[in-house]
């Protein structure tokens, strides 16, 4: 592992260590205060030796209940209910639960926020009435509340009394009771609301950075999904637990309420999946991605246009779709964990935690027993630090893509100079080009001309005919050149230069080439020297094209040597496996940005010689033929000291 992962491994521990910290003493900073059940007999909650000191009694099992009928205390006064383990399905019932307490002082009970009709009595007196109670869909009117009241026992004993009607949805319609001492109550009141607002604030403000973090990077939507993602579990936050949004918005319809919050748990795992599909990139198929959008929008549809109590009864097949997508998923990540990168190895580390919540929300309604499994702080708290370990990820993943385009605009600079560069060189290639085929048949046409005039006046004089021949022949055969050049440049970008490889011997190939060209390379009063050494092994080579390079460097030598030397040689290489054929001549040299340039296509270094094609190919095609054996060409100059160009060729490599 490189030193900068251990580091970055290193910051991400100390990190998840700091956020855990506040989160760590939110739970414990209430930790004196503990909820115990207390299960009742008949109906009667015996809290006679129960400590109320920094403990809370919670109504467990043994529910007194009389199903479909709503009593008042003078009607049930004298009666006796059934007894359930815990509130039971019904439409319309009432409950009593008698409450023995070791003193009589005041007491604090608090309820469960309901989400159906309610109407309370404590020990035969109306205490409140959340709600319209009736018998039937019609009379009745839900409401949501979180309840709590101070009661003062007589005689010891605790009578409460609660007619419930939920025709709206299919939750059980019993409270699960809490009662405690005042400041006790109070102080975990207190907690849980504060847990709950914390939350909403903290999802709110990941929304707000991440949202701002897309608008200043909109190309990647992972910013925007996760913003989006924390913005509906603040949402969700208020609709769920103690249910602030109802508390802040009282006169809101029920029904809007209760939907949105169905409809959240619809958008979170939408979101979610957006979320992974991009920051995990092919992690999850396109046809799984069409199937749970279309589970959760069917879902949301039904959420929207039916009553409570028909997708209430639906939402247990809808869970069931999204626990086999979390399966899914979970199986997709192990079966592709080797391919990630340390951020997303960071976000599956919170992933478990993550679905952990999500489960814990999707049983939210599930009953005492699923919610004593997956309930509590805990899940919460677990899922805050798996927000801020995603948020951590996040940010590398934000940090890299930033760079990586940051990059991107650098190489797309940088090729953008070097296409402006390619212009330029093509529209002065194009100029030189046109420049030198102009000339030659300049003088070829005037030559030609004052010859055809001397001839029509019958003054032929042979020596003034013969000169002029000569030039125009000089002049076309650098035509040619030129021509010739340029197709072998079209050819080799096209690769479709042809080759005619065998085993040749280069001593007799350069002897070869200096006996046809000897009277060229006379000019410029150079004196020609060659340095071959004996008994050199042959290679594999295209004999024309070999030729073809050593006259153009010869050529470029007679261009900058007057008076001077030029030494064509061959000779083993100091590893013994090349063969090293140079042309070296004593004339002006070059400086080091002409040799940067030297070998690239259309430089030219001899705009001012007549003689030379003008095209700044010669030596571009030198080097691909050179390539093309598996070969190196380079070049050794200083400015009045003289050039060396080598070509090294492989003597045991032959060209397919």
């Not at 949501?144 to 007589?154: D, E, Q, R, W």
């Amino acid at each position: 592992m490189s030193s900068n992962r251990k580091k970055i491994i290193i910051v991400i521990i100390i990190y998840i260590f700091i956020v855990s910290l506040p989160f760590t003493f939110l739970n414990k900073s209430n930790s004196h205060i503990s909820i115990h059940t207390v299960d009742m007999e008949n109906g009667i909650m015996d809290l006679s030796s129960f400590d109320f000191n920094d403990s809370i009694a919670l109504r467990g099992s043994g529910l007194e209940c009389f199903p479909n009928e709503l009593l008042s205390p003078g009607q049930i006064e004298n009666r006796t209910g059934t007894i359930y383990p815990s509130s039971p399905d019904i439409p319309s019932l009432t409950t009593r639960i008698q409450i023995i307490v070791p003193e009589d002082r005041e007491y604090m009970i608090f309820l469960t926020s309901t989400d159906f009709c309610s109407k309370i009595y404590v020990n035969g007196e109306f205490l409140d009435e959340i709600g319209i109670v009736g018998d039937n869909y019609d009379n009745t009117t839900p409401k949501t509340k979180f309840c709590y009241y101070s009661v003062y026992p007589i005689d010891g004993k605790i009578e409460i009394i609660e007619q419930s009607a939920n025709y709206y949805h299919t939750e059980s319609s019993g409270h699960r009771i809490n009662i405690g001492l005042p400041e006790t109550v109070k102080s975990h009141i207190m907690k849980i609301q504060f847990d709950s607002i914390l939350r909403i604030v903290i999802f709110f403000t990941i929304f707000l950075i991440h949202l701002g973090y897309f608008m200043f990077y909109p190309k990647t939507r992972t910013n925007l999904y996760f913003s989006l993602l924390a913005l509906m579990f603040a949402m969700r936050e208020g609709l769920t637990g103690i249910k602030i949004w109802s508390s802040l918005f009282s006169n809101a319809s029920w029904f809007v309420l209760y939907r949105a919050e169905y409809l959240s748990l619809c958008l979170i795992c939408t979101l979610l999946i957006l979320f992974l599909n991009s920051f995990f990139s092919n992690l999850l198929h396109k046809n799984f991605l069409i199937i749970m959008s279309a589970w959760n929008m069917l879902y949301a549809f039904i959420v929207l246009f039916t009553r409570p109590i028909f997708f209430t009864g639906l939402l247990k097949y809808y869970q069931i779709g999204l626990f086999i997508g979390i399966l899914y998923i979970v199986i997709r990540v192990i079966w592709t964990i080797r391919r990630y990168s340390i951020e997303q190895y960071i976000l599956i580390a919170g992933l478990a935690v993550f679905f952990y919540g999500t489960i814990e929300d999707i049983l939210f309604y599930q009953g005492p027993i699923i919610r004593g499994i997956f309930g509590g702080n805990g899940a919460g708290t677990g899922l805050m630090c798996c927000i801020f370990i995603q948020m951590l990820a996040l940010f590398f993943r934000t940090q890299r893509d930033i760079n990586e385009a940051k990059d991107a605009m650098q190489r797309l600079e940088l090729e953008n100079n070097m296409l402006d560069r390619t212009n330029r060189i093509k529209t002065e290639f194009l100029g030189n080009i046109s420049h030198e085929l102009k000339t030659p048949l300049t003088v070829i046409g005037n030559y030609t001309e004052l010859s055809r005039l001397h001839v029509e006046k019958g003054e032929v004089k042979d020596d003034y005919i013969i000169r002029n021949m000569k030039l125009v022949t000089s002049e076309t055969e650098r035509l040619s050149l030129m021509v010739s050049q340029l197709l072998d440049m079209a050819h080799i970008e096209d690769s479709e230069m042809k080759w005619n490889f065998a085993r040749k011997d280069l001593s007799e190939i350069i002897t070869k080439t200096i006996n046809i060209y000897f009277p060229a390379l006379n000019k410029n009063h150079n004196k020609i020297e060659t340095m071959i050494e004996d008994n050199l092994p042959q290679i594999y080579v295209d004999e024309d094209r070999i030729i073809q390079v050593i006259v153009n460097l010869i050529a470029n030598a007679i261009r900058s040597t007057k008076h001077g030397v030029i030494t064509i040689g061959a000779r083993l290489s100091a590893n013994k496996c090349d063969i090293e054929i140079y042309v070296q001549d004593t004339g002006v040299g070059m400086n080091q940005n002409q040799i940067a340039h030297l070998f690239e296509r259309f430089y030219t270094n001899n705009k001012n010689d007549r003689h030379s094609t003008g095209t700044g190919l010669g030596l571009f095609i030198c080097k691909s033929i050179i390539e093309a054996h598996k070969g190196t060409i380079n070049v050794q100059s200083e400015e009045n000291k003289g050039t060396i160009f080598i070509c090294t060729l492989p003597i045991n490599n032959e060209v397919n």
